[in-house]
């Protein structure tokens, strides 16, 4: 039986070594260790592949919150807002959870959803209790913190013309916005024509259409990037419903319809009308 003196030393060892090893672990924790090791699980993602700049998300988000991606839409999948996120997040091959809200039922103003999303709008995306809305900053967001297909442009002229085109797209073009609404799209066609506003700002969109996208291009930039579903997605209000478009926008507009992501969004069972 080893004497008090020595008992009270081996006592003082390992306690030293069990606290060497929680501080060990709490500083994984604050690297985003455990987060990155977790979405990789989840994801099916390379653990070596930079996920996340999340070092400074405090302890309890890793404990109390799984690694999850939610993202709200329009009960109708008619929003071009969040056919926007939904597209990033596939294109990013990441999982994630779908919760649909009944913007006709005013869903999006009650709780949960409004306690979610700051602007009371869809899409939103939710992830690991980090709440975003507004579609083209959850796309800049998904870009930059997971890896994959990039969403954007790397050079920095073109992502900065893109950025313009989803905002441009977002803020301007009202009654063809109105006028041809994406029921169109996801729907089917209207008969009604377009009005004298409608038809200059449709003038507006192919002018500008046209000089972004060179002779044949299959894409704004050369690559595919997420403003081409945007651009594709405005010109479509046109094209699915019959309006004369020149042929080679209707043949860009037609292209991108096909991409995979896209599909995966167009093919959602919608409620009927
Ligand atoms: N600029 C926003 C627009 C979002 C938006 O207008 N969403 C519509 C559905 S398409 C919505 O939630 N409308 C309900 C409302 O505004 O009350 C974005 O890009 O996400």
């Known amino acids: ?36 090791n977790r979405v990789c699980k989840n994801f099916g993602l390379c ?24 993202l709200y839409v329009d009960a109708q999948f008619a929003s071009p807002y969040a056919m926007t996120a939904f597209v990033a997040l596939h294109e990013k091959s990441l999982s994630f959870e779908i919760v649909t809200i009944d913007l006709a039922a005013n869903a999006h103003h009650e709780a949960p959803f409004a306690a979610a999303s700051l602007t009371q709008r869809v899409p939103a995306l939710v992830h690991n209790g980090f709440a975003l809305s507004e579609s083209s900053a959850i796309s800049e967001y998904l870009d930059e913190v997971f890896p994959g297909v990039p969403l954007y442009p790397a050079e920095p002229h073109s992502r900065a013309i893109a950025r313009q085109v989803q905002a441009w797209l977002r803020s301007d073009l009202m009654p063809v916005r109105q006028e041809r609404s994406t029921e169109v799209v996801f729907y089917g066609p209207t008969n009604s024509a377009l009005s004298v506003e409608a038809r200059k700002a449709v003038e507006k969109l192919f002018f500008a259409a046209e000089s972004l996208l060179s002779t044949n291009s299959e894409n704004l930039f050369g690559q595919w990037c997420i403003a081409d579903v945007d651009l594709a997605l ?30 995966l969004w167009v093919n959602q069972r919608r409620p009927a009308r």
């Open 47 to 70: 653990k070596n592949q930079p996920l996340l700049n999340t070092d400074v998300s405090p302890l309890w988000s890793f404990t109390l919150q799984p690694t999850n991606l939610l």
């Open 1 to 36: 039986m080893p004497s008090k003196k020595i008992r009270r030393l081996i006592f003082t060892v390992l306690h030293l070594q069990f606290i060497a090893y929680l501080s060990k672990q709490f500083g994984r924790f604050k690297r985003g260790v455990f987060i990155k």
């Open 234 to 263: 405005m010109l479509n209000r046109l094209v699915m419903n019959g309006d004369p478009v020149p042929e080679r926008l209707a043949v860009y507009a037609r292209r991108q319809w096909q991409r995979p992501s896209v599909q």
